[in-house]
């Protein structure tokens, strides 16, 4: 069966400082693998996936994601950080076949003034 | 387009008792997944619907069922409620396709034992 871990509970990162939230994953096969964020009281909001093709994956809000095989990793990634983009963020992941979406537990980031 | 709608977003209820709570999935989208969220377990998979019948089960007591009717639309529903029910419930649809296709979600419905 297919899983996914997140090894940080919580992320802290000062504003305009470079932030990664960290995503490993077990699957039998190809990946089809994805981030969401979560707001406060919101439901989940689609960032972007990882399906095939270039490793490094752009997504929404200026984060993007880098898929390594070999490390079995998809860890987010954004360049410079918000205040805003202080939020809950999952990993996901599917395999091959009708199986479901796997979610991480979660990592919450917190971007400090 | 409307989103995944979940209604209702909050409900109280009382250790025993049973719930239903309904969701609504973005027109034209035939599968409906439903998840379980709290602090300590983060998001897990209850189950999938998929034109009417169930595609994937996570691992649940009997006590959570669902269904899916012609429409799309879908209910779970639990029953004797227990203080660890409480939780965030929430519904995710995907559009008909490959796998690759990413979910929509609702809101939530917000559910409290007491």
Not at chain 2, 19 to 48: A, D, K, M, N
Not at chain 2, 92 to 98: E, N
């Amino acid at each position: 069966a297919q899983s996914v871990a997140q090894p940080e509970d919580q992320v802290n990162v000062a504003e305009g400082n470079p932030l990664t939230v960290k995503c490993t994953y077990s699957v039998s096969g190809n990946p089809y693998l994805f981030w969401y964020v979560q707001y406060p009281n919101r439901g989940l909001q689609f960032l972007l996936k990882y399906i095939t093709g270039d490793n490094l994956v752009k997504g929404s809000y200026g984060f993007e994601a880098e898929f390594n095989k070999s490390q079995t990793s998809f860890h987010l990634k954004k360049p410079s950080a918000l205040v805003s983009d202080s939020a809950l963020y999952y990993c996901a992941v599917r395999q091959a076949g009708n199986t479901p979406l796997v979610f991480g537990k979660g990592t919450r980031l917190s971007v400090i003034a | 387009k409307a989103g995944v709608t979940q209604t209702p977003r909050y409900l109280i209820k009382t250790r025993g008792q049973q719930v239903t709570l309904s969701c609504s999935p973005i027109s034209g989208h035939r599968s409906v997944s439903w998840y379980q969220q709290t602090p300590g377990q983060g998001l897990q998979f209850l189950f999938e619907y998929f034109s009417e019948t169930q595609r994937n089960k996570g691992n649940f007591p009997g006590r959570f069922s669902g269904r899916q009717f012609s429409n799309s639309r879908s209910e779970m529903n639990v029953s004797t409620l227990e203080l660890g029910d409480s939780a965030l419930y929430l519904c995710a649809s995907r559009p008909p396709g490959t796998v690759n296709t990413e979910a929509f979600f609702g809101q939530g419905t917000r559910l409290t034992v007491v």
